[in-house]
């Protein structure tokens, strides 16, 4: 089973920037589009952002347009998600998420895989 893996969350504080990290199987990295989600209970999963597997394309949920920065890196297979000006409702446990395509709303289609998860808490 292919196992993403995800890398730097952390505890910041309210106005301050994290750089999370997602690393993936080369094939999975060239060919899938990715995308971030988080979950911060009792919600439920919300998308936060995706990318196309050429990096031409970005999409962010409303809540963190403008302060976040998806990009896939050249050098190796790994999916970065910048997070600037941070505050508390960004608090949840973020996965990565590889996908052959997205709906309109950002879910992932069949054949998807998922990373373990990684925890942001922003104190104010």
């Known amino acids: 089973q292919v196992q993403l893996v995800e890398s730097g969350g952390s505890l910041v504080q309210a106005g301050g920037s994290l750089r999370l990290s997602c690393a993936a199987p080369g094939p999975i990295f060239t060919n899938y589009d990715m995308a971030w989600f988080r979950q911060a209970p009792p919600t439920e999963r919300e998308f936060v952002a995706r990318?196309?597997?050429?990096?031409?394309?970005?999409y962010y949920s409303e809540s963190v347009k403008g302060r976040f920065t998806l990009s896939r890196a050249n050098g190796k297979p790994t999916l970065y998600l910048d997070m600037n000006n941070l505050i508390p409702e960004d608090t949840a446990v973020y996965y990565c998420?590889?996908?052959?395509?997205?709906?309109?709303?950002?879910?992932?289609?069949?054949?998807?895989?998922w990373g373990q998860g990684t925890q942001v808490t922003v104190s104010s």
């Open positions: 990318i196309t597997f050429r990096g031409d394309n970005t």
């Open positions: 998420n590889a996908a052959p395509y997205y709906s309109d709303r950002g879910e992932p289609g069949p054949g998807d895989y």
